[in-house]
């Protein structure tokens, strides 16, 4: 059964560095997004991107971040300079149409455990 | 915004009972999804209910919707140990008109003993 694959499953990183989490969607989807669950908290959308650009974006998704799609198959997460409060799980999804036109779900990725020192 | 808060926070179980999870929901939706999350691992989607739906039904999994009450329920019957995990209900939601994003509420975590 076809899956989106995220690496690394944990990265740690010092404050201040650039993170890139990396995602590989399902390879027929168009839409792909990026969420993040803070420990304990509830999943939080960030970004959602369709056609080689952002289709809409939350306020957690400010200038520290960035998504690209370096080439047909990756899809990526750029944090520029992470800090303590980034610290979370990433999951990366994608789907096939985008909702609510066909109603379709969205399959995510296991998530990369972020952890910022 | 629009958020699903799921009730209760936990719910403790044998195995063989049916467990029941609600979801509340603030403002009109085109649909409403559950997902499952076991402790550390990724989303796994159980089941999306359309607006215009009451009810739907998956193996062992019941959801229904009332959007009058704005409210969701997840049955899940005869349950087993492996159906131990956080269960999430999402609704749509618009930042913009460019598209749609998932609101996902808090969980309810499940745990189901032999």
Known sequence: ?117 | SQQGEEDPQALSIQEGENATMNCSYKTSINNLQWYRQNSGRGLVHLILIRSNEREKHSGRLRVTLDTSKKSSSLLITASRAADTASYFCATDASYTQAGTALIFGKGTTLSVSS
């Not at chain 1, 939080?44 to 080439?71: A, C, G, T, W």
């Not at chain 1, 750029?78 to 303590?84: A, E, G, M, N």
Request: aromatic share 14%; hydrophobic share 35%.
């Open chain 1, 1 to 117: 059964e076809p899956e989106v694959t995220q690496t690394p499953s944990h990265q740690v990183t010092q404050m201040g560095q650039e993170v890139i989490l990396r995602c590989v969607p399902i390879s027929n989807h168009l839409y792909f997004y990026w969420y993040r669950q803070i420990l304990g908290q509830k999943v939080e959308f960030l970004v959602s991107f369709y056609n080689n650009e952002i289709s809409e974006k939350s306020e957690i998704f400010d200038d520290q971040f960035s998504v690209e799609r370096p080439d047909g198959s990756n899809f990526t997460l750029k944090i520029r300079s992470t800090k303590l409060e980034d610290s979370a799980m990433y999951f990366c999804a994608s789907s096939e149409r985008h909702w609510p036109e066909l109603n379709t779900e969205a399959f995510f990725g296991q998530g990369t455990r972020l952890t910022v020192v």
